[in-house]
């Protein structure tokens, strides 16, 4: 089993900052790709931002200057720091992770967090 946590939502007024963390742990033996995405009330969920096991980032568009994603590969451990947050960016915040495990077969497979709430008041 492979299991995601994500902590550090909450509310934050427009202009403010968030720090998101996400941990994987479980029966994992190697890591590819980390990333955020995020679901607002009504609309699909959308990639915020991806980084690769050497440190390659992307992000979407509107976040860029804003939003930082960064990882810590010995604790399996994902952050997003956001600044300048935007009311239209309140949304749950996902933690994704291409895991490869001792529990399946040969490859990556796709995991998800929970989700954490970031709401951002005007």
């Known amino acids: 089993q492979v299991q995601l946590v994500e902590s550090g939502g909450g509310l934050v007024q427009a202009g403010g900052s968030l720090r998101l963390s996400c941990v994987a742990s479980?029966?994992?033996?190697?890591?590819?790709?980390m990333g955020w995405y995020r679901q607002a009330p009504g609309k699909q969920r959308e990639l915020v931002a991806t980084?690769?096991?050497?440190?390659?980032?992307n992000y979407v568009e509107s976040v860029k200057g804003r939003f930082a994603i960064s990882r810590d590969n010995a604790k399996n451990t994902v952050y997003l720091q956001m600044n300048s947050l935007k009311p239209e960016e309140t949304a749950v915040y996902y933690c994704?992770?291409?895991?490869?495990?001792?529990?399946?077969?040969?490859?990556?497979?796709?995991?998800w967090g929970q989700g954490t709430q970031v709401t951002v008041s005007s």
């Open positions: 994704n992770a291409r895991v490869k495990s001792s529990d399946r077969g040969f490859g990556y497979y796709n995991y």
């Open positions: 479980g029966s994992i033996l190697s890591i590819n790709v």
């Open positions: 980084i690769s096991s050497g440190g390659d980032t």
